[in-house]
């Protein structure tokens, strides 16, 4: 009896471990949050030409949806639903820091004649990733990112939406230059600042590697 106890207590110990590894405090050196206290750690497997191999482990988020022909009226939109989930409307009428990066994920077979469903996530801090308070906004739900490696390139300045699909272009061409494999029927787009932040920023475009990733040939 005792050492099952024991080893109960053991795994909910390297579980609790596991979960705030994912999210972690934002002076790490693979960090470009510069506003918030955590981050979305990730490990570097190699850097190409145009583009880097970040490997994340799997973490939770809390996500809305909103439609529009423009990605900066869906996402001013989609987050004051969020913003209003991390201030108190939810179950535990909790008040949930804010975190970097925020995902805005982007449909890549939309036709530019018709409105697109842009998906906004809010990644939930170490805090929250095991448990966290549910929506009370039934347009508001509770998500998760898998294990997994991605493609990025970074970029400054705003993410507008004629800005990001040049970076994410400029990103598929590096891709489709050493032949590498990723999810093509949707990209992210990453942001890590907010608006009052005017010099510095950081932003990124990011497609989920699929197979092995690409990367250069050590010498």
Known sequence: MFLRICMTGLILLLFAVTVDG???DSTSESSYCTETKECFLFDLVCAGDGYEVRHYEAAKWVTTEAESYFMEIATSRAFRKLYKYITGENEAG???????????????????WQPSVYGLSFL????????????????VYLTDTPDMKVYVKSYGGWMISLV?????????????????TYETEYHYNVGYNSPMK?????????????????CPRSE
Do not use: C
């Open 198 to 214: 005017i010099m510095n920023r950081h932003n990124e475009a990011w497609f989920i590697v699929k197979g092995e990733p690409v």
């Open 22 to 24: 994912r999210v972690g």
């Open 164 to 180: 990001a699909k040049s970076q994410v272009e400029t990103l598929k061409t590096s891709l489709d230059n050493v032949k590498a």
């Open 94 to 112: 909790a008040t949930i820091d804010m975190t970097a990066p925020v995902l805005i994920k982007v449909n890549n077979s939309t036709s530019m």
């Open 124 to 139: 939930l801090p170490s805090k929250y990733q095991a448990n966290p308070p549910k929506p009370t906004d039934a347009s």
